[in-house]
């Protein structure tokens, strides 16, 4: 067959050989038929989608047939204010170019897909199918992984996205496809789960919507619009990578001075002579007389709490994390990373013109005043900004605020998540003694982290206040992730690198402690875990996330500025942590009261190797995360096959030679 192929090529070149012009004809055709496969690669399409008119992105309808949602991700490094940006700001229309990503003006490499930021969102029905095949474009040869937060993937475990634990990352130039049913209804989002990609802009919203017949808010609102959903996060003038290197090698900085809503927002002023042009606001568009429905999320990476509010507007919040829950109207609510609500907003604001929609941080943002604002545009109003300022002082809203954890004396215009109450019917994680009873110290430890610290040239004790690493832990452990992921190659990993507060042969109170933290709850367990955050060394915000179950946020309270994990203890043996016993909220992501505690509940029904860890980029990244094996290998769900694999090698001889034909 080769001498044939052969003579075919030599016949043809003498051919061509007798006319030039034939020959360059013939060099052209094989060009153009080989750039797509040798030059360009399967990964490049310039033609990168926003997905805004996906034929999933529809209405839902009543006893309607599911549908297969396919989407295609390209991941990337990119830039704010690019070339694809022209001439933004000073023209603004340039500034909504496709491709541009002003962000709030402070230029900065960015993670993306499909060179949007936030990235295109997904938006289907209760039941659809959705097929997202992720390509890996990123330098250096980073890997990636996308996490469907708030899809609990029942059956499909593997397709969670958490490097080193259900998958391997996403090579350089290569694709994974991810797959799942659509089965957890409301207001989610996708993120990177590989290191920090996250906050360096690797998110997008990800909504499943419901049927009239199962929607029980559907008569609060006249519309649900693709358009009104508000994704936020705190934002920092340089790329993660390095600022998380500075922060455990150096001066422990964590502090974000920018904030974003919807991947946009004034900060970097520009100047033309004696003109001043900012990047433009995010805006939302109604109708008066409407009534709406808004989608709000935080992906947010810092230690910060959002206060959320529109001027001259209550909100009636009707979901959180997808759940939802009786009809509760707020002047404000705070939210923190992972968190999702939504609410009802009633168009009626007299007089007719636009409004702000403001974002307020807390926390570690406060000391910058860290802020940012949207516009509520309404239908024929002039077409001009709100009245009013866009100082974090600005954006002080009176009135009740909901989800006001951190307050240990509350007004009575202060709420707690607990105050709200699930529409969902009590079911049996609201009663009876728990088979797995956890308690899960959270906090900042005083340790000789030896990832941050060098016992002989530069420790813990003798490093000046300002440089010392406090390392974020769960009962004095942190996490670090194995070299293979448990879910589907347990088999590769020795036991000793798993290890909890019980079987840890150390003392992790005087030793720094650092393993794979695992629990193992049988399938079909009830389980309780109460998490405490001691709040010793810092006040900061730790809203934790359980992956594959929701759970009933089931008890609350703060204590003080600080608590001890033995006094939280006590005082459950004694009966003195209040739990509520009926239509407790449904969440995936909670707070934890510094200097508190918060208690919640899941049945373990959903079999595989799920994490549990704080939302807070840096706080995960550095080890406050655990997880949860659910049932035993043999009651995990099919792995799929030729399903990719990694981890350690070492040299141990050449393959046997085998004789080629």
Known sequence: LGKVRKRIMLNTMETLSLNPARIAIFLLLLLSACLPVCCQGEIWDYQMKDYKNHPCNRQCEDNAPP??????????????????????????????????????????????????????????????????????????????????????QKNTPYMDGVSMVTQCPITYHSHFTYRFEAHEGGTHFWHGHSGTQRADGLYGPLIVRMPPRLEPHRFLYNNDLPDHIITMTDWTEEMMSSKLAKYVHYDYENRARLLLINGMGRYQNYTNGNNTFFTPYASLTVTAGQKYRFRVISAGIMNCAFQFSIDNHRLTVIASDGSPIQPFTTDS????????????????????????????????????????????????????????????????????????????????????????????????????????????????????????H????????????????????????????PPSPPLTQLSDLPEDIFCNAETVQKQCKEEWCACVHLYEVALNDLVEVIVVDEGRISHAYHPMHLHGHKFRVVGMGKLNDSTTLEKIKDMDIKGQLIRTRSRAPIKDTVIVPDGGYTIIRFRANNPGFWLFHCHVEFHAETGMAMVFQVGT???????????????????????????RN
């Open 67 to 152: 549908r297969l949602c396919k989407y295609e991700f390209l991941v990337e490094n990119y830039y704010v204010l690019s070339k694809a940006c022209y001439n933004c700001p000073f023209n603004q229309s340039d500034c909504f170019r496709p491709q541009c990503t002003p962000s709030d003006g402070v230029r900065r490499g960015i993670k993306v897909v499909n060179r949007m930021m936030p990235g295109p969102g997904i938006q289907v029905c209760l039941g659809d199918t959705v097929e997202v095949t992720v390509d890996n474009a990123l330098d250096s040869a980073e890997g990636t992984s996308i996490h469907w937060h708030g899809i609990l």
């Open 333 to 452: 609510f705070n939210i923190y990373s992972g968190e999702r609500y939504d609410f009802v907003l009633e168009a009626q604001a007299s007089p007719l013109r636009n409004y702000w929609i403001r974002v307020r941080a807390y926390g570690n943002c406060e000391v910058y005043k860290t802020t940012q604002v949207a516009v509520l545009k309404y239908q024929g109003a002039p077409d001009v900004l709100p009245l009013g300022g866009t100082t974090w002082w600005d954006a002080v809203r009176p009135g009740a605020k909901l989800n006001q954890a951190e307050l240990k004396n509350r007004t009575d215009n202060s709420y707690e998540i607990t105050n709200l109450m699930s529409i969902e019917v009590d079911d049996n994680t609201m009663f009876g003694s728990p088979d797995k009873k956890f308690y899960m110290a959270i906090d900042f430890v005083q340790i000789e982290n030896l990832r941050a």
């Open 454 to 481: 060098n016992p002989v040239f530069y420790p813990f004790n003798t490093t000046v206040q300002n440089l010392k690493f406090y390392s974020p832990q769960i009962n004095w452990i942190s996490t670090q992730l």
């Open 633 to 659: 290998p043999s009651e995990h769900p099919r792995k799929p096959k030729n399903f990719p694999t990694c981890g350690h090698w070492k040299f141990n001889g050449f393959e046997d030679s085998t004789p």
